[in-house]
């Protein structure tokens, strides 16, 4: 999800859902440590519960960058152990390291050590083609004795030579019943399921097996799915009340505060709105709405009201 879930994207989705915790885009241990911290840490209260993904593989660096995550307030910290990208494995981190275990765990105990918040970790369910149950088995087993109680499952294996990301994301089979073996065989621990699962049915199904279930291209594209999350699967039946012009007006003010915080040359409207072109997926007239929020030229002048005109085209298209 790198450059799609930032900050602005995840004040967009909270106004959707109010319990579901988000996650950030992956920040690497460099960049925190050697970059602009701010830049890559700051969020707006509303995104909470929100959780820090990061991408390394030096214990010492992940505990520095952990705790600088706690220090801004991040409810989680979560490692990265499932990208597949060569750029990221040049960097020795991300799925090749689900090959080394014992430095995973030396890692999650490093950044357990140094924070007290809860430190997850993301990963796929085998390497190359290696389907082998007993490869993630004892992953999971040698990372669950460094302390990590939460593992964010991605249901496919990662080929790391001949595949793009994207390939990995539809080449290797999804299978999910290695998922649902997890948490037969780790009780104890909290198993979530990603990969491929594109309604609410498929999510209610998939929490017959395991604990929870991350969401991303799907929440991203189609970001109204996770409108009945909170009455469907916390309970909260008020949340109900939420629409999509609702949204749209919950997003003004905050626009409007971050182009004035930053001005336009340091911000400009569509770093906020491409989030949104999803939004009206499905209904009538969407497309109206789409190409509005695409106008470069109606984009240029940084009116954030342009969200409530795009959704008034939409109904005359509809």
């Known amino acids: 999800m790198m450059d799609w879930t930032d900050r602005h994207c995840r ?27 701010e830049r890559h840490l700051r969020y707006d209260d509303i995104e909470h519960p929100i959780a820090l993904q990061l991408g390394g593989s030096e214990p010492a660096d992940l505990a520095k960058s952990a705790k600088l995550g706690e220090q801004w307030g991040y409810d989680e910290i979560n490692l990265n152990c499932g ?16 090959n080394e275990p014992q430095l995973v765990a030396d890692c999650v105990k490093a950044m357990r050590d140094a924070v007290a918040i809860d430190v997850t970790v993301k990963h796929r369910i085998g390497i190359d083609y290696n389907e082998d149950y007993g490869f993630v088995r004892d992953f999971i087993g040698k990372i669950a004795d460094a302390g990590c109680r939460t593992f964010i499952v991605h249901a496919r294996n990662a080929v790391l030579k001949g595949l793009s990301p994207k390939e990995n994301r539809e080449i290797p089979p ?8 997890l948490k037969r065989e ?23 097996h395991v604990d929870g279930v991350m969401i991303g291209r799907e929440a991203y594209h189609n970001p109204w799915l996770m409108a009945d999350w909170d009455a469907r699967f916390y309970g909260d039946e008020e949340s109900g009340a939420v629409s999509r012009e609702r949204v749209l007006e919950a997003m003004i003010p905050y626009i409007r505060a971050e182009l004035e915080r930053y001005g336009p040359l340091g911000l400009r409207l569509n770093s906020i709105t491409r989030h949104m072109l999803g939004l009206m997926a499905g209904l009538p007239g969407a497309r109206a709405f789409r190409q509005l929020l695409s106008d470069s030229r109606r984009l240029a002048e940084g009116n954030p009201e342009l969200l409530l005109e795009a959704a008034g085209r939409m109904r005359k298209a509809a």
């Not at 990208?83 to 689900?98: D, Y």
């Not at 999804?174 to 073996?181: D, G, K, P, Q, T």
């Open 11 to 37: 004040v967009f989705h909270r106004q959707i859902t109010r319990h579901t915790w988000l996650y950030t885009e992956m920040v690497t241990t460099g960049a925190l440590i050697h970059g602009d911290v």
């Open 83 to 98: 990208c597949p990208s060569e750029r990221v494995q040049r960097g020795a981190f991300g799925a090749c390291l689900m």
């Open 174 to 181: 999804l299978r999910y019943h290695v998922a649902y073996e």
């Open 186 to 208: 780790f009780p104890e621990l909290e198993i979530i399921i990603n990969g491929g699962i594109k309604t609410n049915d498929e999510i209610a199904d998939h929490l017959q």
